[in-house]
């Protein structure tokens, strides 16, 4: 079973900058794809950014491209979303999730894509 941890959300103004972590419990967590979601207050479930298997490839919303940095330590077993030039439209709660097939390197930005997700941390982003 795998378990997924979000940590480092919070309150920051606009323009600033911060950083989450997903720690990954279980077996195996460098052979697959991992993906950034998020959700704000009435609105559907929104994806981020993904990063393959090996880190190798990564893929952004058009909304937060150039803004935001995916990234992953295999060996920590640890995933990364660095956020920088933050906006209120940010705000959301932000969750991780795991690609239900390994070794995948395609684009995949559905939902249904991923098998196991975490909890979610609150971004608030004040204008």
């Known amino acids: 079973q795998v378990q997924l941890v979000e940590s480092g959300g919070g309150l920051v103004q606009a323009g600033g900058s911060l950083r989450l972590s997903c720690a990954a419990s279980g077996r195996f967590f460098s052979n697959y794809a991992m993906g950034w979601f998020r959700q704000a207050p009435g609105k559907e479930r929104e994806f981020v950014a993904r990063?393959?298997?090996?880190?190798?490839?990564?893929y952004y919303a058009d909304s937060v491209k150039g803004r935001f940095t995916i990234s992953r330590d295999n060996a920590r077993n640890t995933m990364y979303l660095q956020m920088g030039s933050l906006k209120p439209e940010d705000t959301a709660v932000y969750s991780c999730?795991?690609?239900?097939?390994?070794?995948?390197?395609?684009?995949?930005?559905?939902?249904?894509?991923?098998?196991?997700w975490g909890q979610g941390t609150q971004v608030t982003v004040s204008s």
């Open positions: 990063i393959n298997w090996s880190g190798g490839n990564t």
């Open positions: 999730a795991q690609d239900r097939t390994q070794m995948r390197s395609r684009v995949l930005v559905a939902p249904s894509e991923y098998a196991y």
